[in-house]
């Protein structure tokens, strides 16, 4: 019998030589995100298709600047944002500030590292694009226990353009092979063997191109575990 979250934790871990650094503590990092209108749209997009009631708590895991916790606090009671990134949770601050939002809770903790009682139970809760949890197992079983009604997760089932953008060039450059994060079929796999059955949906127009303002800038995102 395959164990998925061995599977996982060794193809993340591959995938990230070795190292679990968040590439968003980086103000540069984070502040090159939150600019991005292509991400914005994006999040604004999936939050308007979402099935949800007025009267709802959202629990938003990797909620960055506010992608997705934003738009849905217009939409909700209450959002409970978990980031870790202090550049992160700086740029989500000044954005609740500006379009005077108040439902907007946010814990600055890596996932792991929050209890049940700090977290508390949500309607819905969302993992958005921040899966890079190495005990991928606890981590879902953790959401299934804190959602009253749902789960949504948000993961790639190919590979996305900046991991093309490494596969191609680290035999160039650092004479090796990159390994791509685990992919979808990964994950579903590891919440079958939970006991999960997961609906599947494709989303179509997600792709997230990445602009380069330098060749420094791109050099220095193809050294980095996460850029």
Known sequence: ??????????????SRQGSLENGYDKEEAA??????????????????????????????IGAGPGTLALPLARRVRQVTA????????????????????S????????????SDEEVGEHDLVIASYSL?????????????RLAKRQVILYWFAGVPSWER??????????GREHVCHPMSDVLY??????????????LQGTAFPREYESLEEGSQSCEGPWG
């Open 189 to 202: 796999n590891l919440l079958y063997s939970l006991g999960i059955y997961a609906d599947v949906q494709v």
């Open 132 to 144: 890079s949890f190495l005990d991928m197992r606890e981590a879902l079983l953790k959401m299934d």
């Open 1 to 14: 019998m395959i164990d998925w979250n061995s599977v996982w934790k060794l193809t993340l871990l591959a």
């Open 82 to 101: 978990v980031e870790p990134s202090l550049a992160m949770v700086k740029r989500l601050e000044m954005h609740i500030a500006e379009e005077g939002i």
């Open 103 to 114: 439902n907007i809770r946010i814990l600055s903790k890596k996932w792991e590292d929050l």
């Open 165 to 174: 953008i490494r596969v191609d060039l680290y035999p160039r450059i650092f």
């Open 31 to 60: 502040e090159r995100y939150d600019r991005s209108e292509i991400v914005r749209q994006d999040g604004e997009r999936r939050a308007a298709a979402l099935e949800i009631d007025p009267s709802w708590s959202v629990l938003d």
